[in-house]
């Protein structure tokens, strides 16, 4: 008896060894398995993707990989310290934002949600999934996401890092974005909506933020930017309990008010947050196309042309009237329940066009009121759109003929009469 437990205890460090390695084999197992999941959700996706802007891919094809290494090369006007404040706020918010919509986008890949049930039974440590998780997001980001953290790290001695300290608080507020985006369900509304809109209408303004801004304007700038990426994140809590409060205060009674039409919004708010990478992509695209409207007439100091401002309302109402697409898909999906309503088909459409009306509305004030486009404007753009939306509702493969045919009718009388 004594031998035996001479042997077991001689035996117990090589038992614990080989459990370690055994463990490290499984963790590095379940960082290809996390891989896999990975490319086969994002696959099934690009492909949903894919059918939904055929258009955009065969008219884009060639400005799409130019479109994100202009990221890239956005970050020589970031690093920049004597970029003005309009222009480095413009820059930096369309970066932020391509980070969070690759990020946003690819999110259910990231933490394999598809597969959530699956992947809790697993027996992983807690270490692998982070580091799984942490991997995947790194790959997600690619090089937008890399970028400003590998040169903030090569940044080579302290005297060199406090003159460019800005870059490297752009760098962390990067990484934030995609940690927060990662993180939590929400938009960040404080930091990449309302922050930068209000810097822009604010800089031609002599306020006091303006003006501890433009004295060093990169370190306040991202500094206030990382202030409002924590306040949104950390207070969130404490935010969401005000809002919850003052929507008590101002509630009334919804049964007065009820209407037909309440399960049927239900249902397309939830239809709506289960394919959110569609409209993400939408609004993405409209804010990166009006980015770069104004940082071109900042360094041209000139308003664009006619033939210009029609070929960007033209992209605009494509990329609104696209939503229609979703309207299409959710029609087909639900159309028996759809059928036992006690609503109309014109009744629901005009709520499901309402969000498109919204928009439109939205484009037209930014594209009058910042980019001082012309007030024709006003009536192109909504007869554009109802065209698209027309165009996808009867001819869904050949949606974008009747909006360009429309669009060079107005090219040509232009032309015609200058």
């Not at 995947?136 to 460019?164: K, W």
């Not at 594209?367 to 027309?390: A, C, E, K, R, Y």
Request: net charge positive; charged share 10%.
């Amino acid at each position: 008896m004594q031998g035996l437990i001479t042997v077991l205890s001689t035996n117990k460090k090589p038992l614990q060894i080989n459990q370690t390695l055994t463990l490290n084999y499984l963790g590095l197992g379940y960082l290809g398995l996390r891989y896999q999941l990975y490319q086969q959700q994002l696959k099934a996706m690009f492909t949903a993707l894919a059918q939904m802007f055929s258009f955009f891919m065969m008219a884009l094809y060639l400005a799409l990989p130019a479109m994100f290494l202009s990221a890239l090369i956005s970050l020589s006007v970031i690093a920049d310290i004597k970029t003005d404040l309009l222009e480095r706020v413009g820059y930096q918010w369309g970066y932020f934002l391509l980070i969070f919509l690759l990020i946003r986008v690819q999110k259910s890949a990231i933490l394999a949600s598809q597969y959530q049930y699956f992947n809790n039974t697993l027996i992983v440590a807690n270490k692998w999934r982070i580091t799984a998780s942490i991997g995947l997001t790194l790959l997600a980001g690619n090089a937008p996401l890399l970028a400003p953290s590998l040169l903030a790290l090569l940044i080579p001695n302290i005297h060199t890092l406090m003159n460019q300290f800005y870059f490297v608080l752009f760098a962390l507020n990067v990484l934030l974005i995609a940690f927060f985006t990662l993180k939590n369900k929400r938009f960040l509304w404080l930091s990449l909506l309302i922050f930068p809109l209000a810097t822009l209408l604010l800089s031609s303004q002599t306020t006091l933020i303006t003006q501890l801004i433009s004295t060093k304007n990169a370190i306040w700038l991202n500094f206030l930017w990382l202030a409002m990426l924590l306040l949104e994140t950390l207070f969130s809590t404490f935010l969401l309990n005000i809002y919850t409060r003052i929507k008590n205060i101002f509630d009334f009674d919804k049964t007065r008010f009820a209407l037909t039409g309440k399960h049927y919004w239900q249902l397309r708010v939830i239809e709506i947050k289960q394919q959110l990478a569609p409209n993400l992509t939408r609004l993405f695209t409209l804010l990166l196309i009006i980015i770069i409207v104004l940082v071109f007439q900042s360094k041209m100091h000139a308003i664009a042309n006619i033939p210009i401002q029609l070929f960007v309302s033209y992209i605009f109402a494509l990329l609104i009237g696209s939503y229609h697409f979703d309207n299409e898909a959710f029609y087909r999906h639900y159309q028996y329940y759809l059928s036992s309503m006690l609503l109309s088909p014109k009744t629901r459409y005009f709520y499901d066009n309402l969000p498109t009306v919204l928009l439109v509305l939205m484009i037209l004030s930014v594209s009058i009121g910042l980019l001082n486009f012309s007030l024709w404007l006003l009536l192109i753009l909504p007869i554009t759109t109802t065209i698209t939306v027309m165009a996808i509702h009867y001819f869904p493969r050949n949606f974008f003929i009747a909006p360009s045919v429309f669009m060079m009718m107005l090219v040509i009388v232009y032309l015609s009469f200058n």
